[in-house]
């Protein structure tokens, strides 16, 4: 794939596996199926459409080898956007606090609260994301942007 490591630990290889699918034009919810596969019941019941094209990618030669496991969260910034995640199993905690002008991403709620109470944030929405779910902004200024299950970097 010539991504080459130069610390060589789990985190910058998922750093650097998300930043790979965000440049090659995947979506948010294709990135999350790559790095966070589905259970068979969940492959069930999706829609044929998108199950086709789940089994597609999850069996891509390359692709199927970035599967994320064990516990983990990441909270990886590519340019302009920010993406956290935890893992399928939900063994290590995530959540997001977030208004219009910032989003905090961290390892619990309290330290989300505690991060907003110093910076003077009202926050509209804290909240933990189920397990292996991606959530992303885009920084834009000084403008922070929810964005979208299906949103690309760039279209295919």
């Known amino acids: 794939m010539g991504i080459n490591l130069h610390v060589g630990t789990d985190s910058?290889?998922?750093?650097?596996?998300?930043d790979y699918l965000l440049r090659n034009?995947?979506?948010?919810?294709?990135?999350?199926?790559?790095?966070?596969?589905?259970?068979?019941?969940?492959?069930?019941?999706?829609?044929?459409?998108?199950?086709?094209?789940?089994?597609?990618?999850?069996?891509?030669?390359?692709?199927?080898?970035m599967k994320m496991s064990g516990p983990a969260t990441a909270i990886v910034l590519v340019e302009d956007e920010i993406l956290g995640f935890t893992d399928r199993d939900h063994l290590r905690s995530f959540s997001i606090g977030y208004n219009d002008k910032v989003a905090i991403l961290g390892s619990e709620q309290r330290a989300i609260l505690s991060a907003a109470y110093f910076m003077k944030?009202?926050?509209?929405?804290?909240?933990?994301?189920?397990?292996?779910?991606?959530?992303?902004?885009?920084?834009?200024?000084?403008?922070?942007?929810?964005?979208?299950?299906?949103?690309?970097?760039?279209?295919?």
């Open 121 to 156: 944030e009202e926050l509209e929405n804290v909240y933990d994301p189920d397990a292996g779910k991606v959530v992303a902004f885009e920084i834009e200024g000084k403008n922070i942007k929810k964005l979208s299950y299906g949103w690309k970097r760039y279209e295919a």
């Open 25 to 65: 034009g995947y979506s948010l919810e294709e990135i999350e199926w790559v790095l966070s596969r589905k259970y068979p019941q969940e492959l069930k019941s999706m829609p044929e459409d998108k199950r086709v094209r789940y089994n597609e990618i999850v069996n891509d030669p390359i692709l199927k080898r």
């Open 12 to 18: 910058e290889a998922i750093f650097l596996q998300t």
